[in-house]
């Protein structure tokens, strides 16, 4: 597995409202596009800064793992990394053959249609590791 960039940058918030302002005033620019992404019970904001983008989650339902993330993490924060990779497929089998536990064992379908699956932050030392593929 060898990544391009980081692709995004996942930032848990109890309120887009609440932290879009302060995004669009420290970046200097609006927000590109907010989107629900019903599988993870969230809702998403984009930034974007050069290669990368914060993308700030709020919890849709109590059942979204954001929302029980916040709740022990009540000021929000630094959720998760997502790196770029080629293929998704061939990424997880990658970290699998590494013995990094995954918690997607295929890629789903994440916001702005790309191509993800997740790795466990029991084997990441701590970091919740997102791998994302742009679809060609
Ligand atoms: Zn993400």
């Known amino acids: 597995m060898k990544p391009s960039h980081i692709e995004h940058i996942g930032i848990a918030v109890k309120s887009l409202d609440e932290v879009i302002p302060y995004y669009e005033k420290l ?10 992404v019903a599988d993870q019970k969230v809702r998403t904001a984009f930034f974007k800064v050069g290669d990368t983008k914060i993308e700030l989650l709020e919890p ?3 059942e979204s793992t954001i929302a ?13 990394l997502a790196f770029c990779v080629d293929s998704v497929t061939d990424a997880l089998a990658d970290a699998e053959a590494m013995g990094i536990q995954l918690i997607d064992k ?15 932050p029991k084997s990441t030392f701590g970091v919740l590791t997102e791998l994302c593929e742009v679809p060609k």
């Open 27 to 36: 970046l200097g620019q609006k927000c590109y596009s907010i989107e629900e």
């Open 60 to 62: 849709t339902s109590p």
């Open 106 to 120: 295929a890629p789903r379908r994440g916001a702005e249609g790309l191509n993800i699956g997740f790795l466990h």
């Open 68 to 80: 029980k993330w916040l709740e022990n993490n009540p000021r929000g924060g630094v959720h998760h």
